[in-house]
């Protein structure tokens, strides 16, 4: 085969040899027909036999992509297949693109065929091969760039729940535009040929920095920080996450933590922060940093600064050992749970793992504490550091936004976006909003909008108001953002309106106002987007916030962020804030906040639109501990509202046959589980002894002293364990192992508390603790798998509310 080849008809054949002959598969498809996907099914299902790396990213732009072609992707059998889906919101998605690689040999196949049987067979195309050798660079850059679009926030995981809700927006919109729309064969498929916009590459993101004089010392926050970091590892913690606010130094706080060990790798999500964390570490460690991305690899240097696109691809993955690195550092750890970082952690096993985050929650609810053992070495909020003096304080007024959000589409995570364009691109609501920034404003400003449209409108609006000001998104192509940043900073501009590229990784310290012209779909983000005006600087005595508050969801909560850790949640409409700071609402603003708590959607409602979501992200049901991990709601709703999860499943008839059988049959076992009083999580430990001994044997005698090596290791085996239940005066003298004295605690704690005055359902008689009902042997495995959903959940919130979040 030739080097660079063309490919204008029968595609097929020579995808089924790259197939073949290739470990790693990656193919990037605008639109999938199920008729293309049998083009290579068999193909890629040998491949994922043989342990090839296969992920498949397509889109949903006007609905092309069959949903029956994504059920029969995902029949496919292999733990190394992904597939994922590209939310467009009525933006042309339309690359296609095939990726192989084997070791050092690879290809790249680019050009207008589609996955669909037209394109790969019989129809007239134009397709591109180009084996690795001929640009070794641009080969890699195109894995790196694929890696970022497959992982994008606009993606989303394709399984059966996924497959449910895209097939029922297909239906909807094929219906509701049947006349555009062609007739899709097997005989005839008609590549719809959709106009390509001129999108610039993504600029990219900069972790914040620290101008340091001559000595390099560590600043306040970064002291206390170590101190606790260091009394971590001495209390033989692996694993530690530290929550900073932005603009306190977490860079330099890992060069410092840095020093205690010879390799380490550093592992962020932009070129640009590996950049400068690189020259952070080299200031503080005087060592010279090696970068691992895209078209730079170097892999001699004890300090590495990798791209985690890059190092999640398996075969750059599997170049290093296991135990490579002592100490792993993962800059916006809130990212962490992402399955491009989780790959990465499932992989390397280092002496020590460091998590740096400002916003530990994710927006997508997933826990990343766990990915740390729960253990949070230190956390210093925003409104805890503007306390101490080391953030600037803030004025927030709350203006109205006129928008009604109630007749505007929610989509699950956001709104639609053309519905909500709608109502923005007016020239009244550009005039309100710029009569309240010039009404509060003070010197330069970053305003945070909805879309790229909308930051283009706005700017030329302020530009015809004699403002200077420019909009900055990943379409721009006139301006870079460093030279926009030098021109806010220089005040030769006022006013930047961007949509989310300063959420993470950048500050500008002499920012000293943030417009919000856009609905707060997440508080995640708010919180990260607040941020970006707090850094101190010569001459800011604090930042101006102007925030449009119309009825969109979290408006009612979203003021709470700015009373974090002082105020309880849900408690005032306007929080207590630090005496330095100062929240001003509009009249009307109040009344709706008020107005809103009143309305909000009833509990249950809530609860079940949550579950839905948490279902949707995995594919299936979640288990009672995944809907507090993954859920948004507060999971003990569950239990204050339906009685509990069972409960609350089968209430809106999510459980099977069997399951909904041995609910109604075993109902006050259940409820007596979940609702047991836990001082300690004694009770619990024993139910989990007790379960792991399988469906038919779990429920049957157990004594104190079968139960005491269990029981003891569980305490002794993670070090929160033991400092939180095991670690008082009757039990600390336990450390060293006793069968008779752990036997004595576990009979005189556990077992005897379990006992009920107003039913006999568990028994401790004669030495011997058991269940005390029967159970019908087509019973058992049900009743096992729901009672041992509780106990996880149980034992794992009761940790949580200890101080322990994983």
């Known amino acids: 085969m030739e080097p660079l080849s063309l490919h204008t008809r029968n595609l097929s054949k020579q995808l089924r040899k790259d197939i073949q002959q290739s470990s790693m598969i990656y193919i990037l498809s605008s639109f999938i027909m199920h008729s293309g996907v049998n083009v290579i099914y068999d193909e890629l299902q040998n491949a994922l036999h043989n342990g090839a790396d296969i992920k498949i990213l397509t889109g949903d732009y006007l609905f092309v992509t069959q949903p029956h072609a994504l059920e029969k992707l995902t029949s496919l059998i292999g733990h190394n297949l992904e597939i994922r889906l590209w939310k467009s919101d009525g933006i042309s998605f339309h690359p296609k693109s095939f990726i192989f690689k084997h070791h050092e040999e690879g290809a790249i196949i680019v050009g207008s065929s589609n996955l669909s049987r037209s394109a790969l067979t019989s129809g007239i195309e134009w397709n591109m091969r180009m084996k690795r050798h001929i640009s070794p660079d641009v080969f890699d850059e195109a894995i790196g760039t694929f890696i970022e679009l497959f992982y994008d926030d606009k993606t989303m995981a394709i399984n059966k729940e996924t497959i449910k809700n895209y097939t029922k927006s297909y239906k909807s919109f094929h219906a509701e535009h049947a006349d555009l729309m062609k007739t899709w064969t097997r005989q005839e498929e008609i590549e719809l040929m959709l106009p390509v916009e001129d999108i610039a590459s993504l600029p990219t993101e900069v972790e914040e920095t620290i101008d340091y004089e001559i000595d390099i010392e560590p600043r306040l926050a970064q002291k206390e920080a170590l101190i606790a970091l260091e009394e971590t590892v001495a209390e033989d913690y692996s694993k530690a996450m530290v929550v900073m606010a932005t603009g306190l130094g977490k860079t330099y706080l890992a060069a410092f933590f840095a020093q205690n060990y010879k390799k380490v790798l550093f592992i962020a999500h932009r070129e640009e922060i590996l950049k400068q964390a690189k020259e952070s570490f080299k200031r503080v460690l005087n060592v010279p940093g090696g970068l691992y991305y895209g078209v730079e690899k170097d892999m001699e240097q004890p300090l590495l600064f990798a791209s985690i696109f890059t190092l999640s691809v398996q075969e750059h993955l599997t170049k290093f050992q296991k135990d490579e690195f002592d100490l792993i550092v993962i800059d916006e750890f809130h990212h962490a749970a992402a399955k491009s970082y989780t790959k990465i952690l499932d992989y390397f096993e280092p002496e020590f793992l460091l998590g740096l985050t400002a916003t530990p929650e994710r927006t997508d609810g997933k826990d990343v504490f766990a990915l740390c053992e729960g253990n949070v070495a230190y956390e210093i909020t925003f409104i805890e550091a503007i306390q101490r003096g080391w953030l600037a304080p803030f004025t927030y007024y709350g203006v109205k936004d006129d928008i009604d959000y109630s007749n505007i589409r929610w989509l699950g995570q956001r709104y639609d976006q053309q519905e909500l364009l709608v109502q923005q691109l007016q020239e009244e609501r550009a005039q309100h909003i710029f009569t309240s920034w010039k009404k509060h404003k003070k010197t330069r400003t970053i305003a945070f909008c909805s879309s790229i449209d909308q930051a283009i409108f706005l700017s030329d609006y302020f530009e015809t108001q004699g403002i200077q000001a420019i909009s900055l998104t990943s379409r721009s192509v006139n301006i870079s953002r460093s030279e926009a940043i030098r021109k806010l900073e220089s005040k030769e501009i006022d006013i930047i309106f961007t949509v989310d590229l300063f959420n993470e990784g950048v500050d500008i310290p002499s920012v000293d106002t943030l417009l919000f012209v856009r609905p707060t779909e997440s508080l995640v983000v708010f919180t990260q987007q607040i941020g970006r005006g707090l850094r101190t600087y010569s001459g800011k005595d604090k930042c101006v916030i102007i925030d449009l508050i119309g009825n969109y969801r979290h408006a009612d909560i979203k003021l709470q962020v700015l009373g974090e850790g002082i105020a309880q949640p849900n408690t005032e409409i306007i929080p207590r804030v630090p005496d330095t700071c100062t929240i001003k609402l509009d009249t009307e603003v109040i009344n709706l906040l008020q107005e809103m708590r009143r309305k909000r959607s009833p509990r249950k409602e809530r609860i079940y639109e949550d579950y839905v979501q948490v279902k949707e992200l995995l594919g299936r049901r979640p288990t009672y501990r995944e809907v507090h991990l993954y859920g948004n709601e507060n999971s003990r709703e569950y239990r204050q509202a339906f009685g509990g999860y069972f409960s609350f499943l ?41 379960l792991k001994k399988g469906p038919a044997e779990w429920y049957k005698p157990v004594t104190p002293e079968e139960v005491a090596p269990y029981f003891h290791k569980f305490y002794m085996e993670k070090e929160y364990r033991k400092r939180i239940d095991f670690s008082s005066g009757n039990t600390k003298c336990l450390w060293e192992y006793n069968e008779a004295s752990v036997a004595r605690l576990i009979a005189n704690m556990p077992m005897d508390k379990w006992m009920d005055k107003n039913n006999d359902l568990v028994l401790f008689q004669d030495g011997e603790f058991f269940i005390n009902f029967s159970i019908n042997k087509d019973e058992e495995e049900t009743l096992h798998e729901m009672t041992r959903q509780i106990c996880e959940y149980r034992l794992g919130y009761y940790f949580e509310r200890k101080g322990y979040r994983g």
Do not use: F, I, P
């Not at 809106?652 to 076992?669: D, F, Q, R, T």
């Open 650 to 690: 089968d209430n809106y008839g999510e459980l099977a046959e069997m399951e909904a059988l041995v609910y109604k049959n075993h109902l006050l076992w259940l409820q007596k589980v979940e609702r047991e009083s836990m001082t300690k999580s004694y009770k619990m430990v024993v139910l989990q002894y007790m």
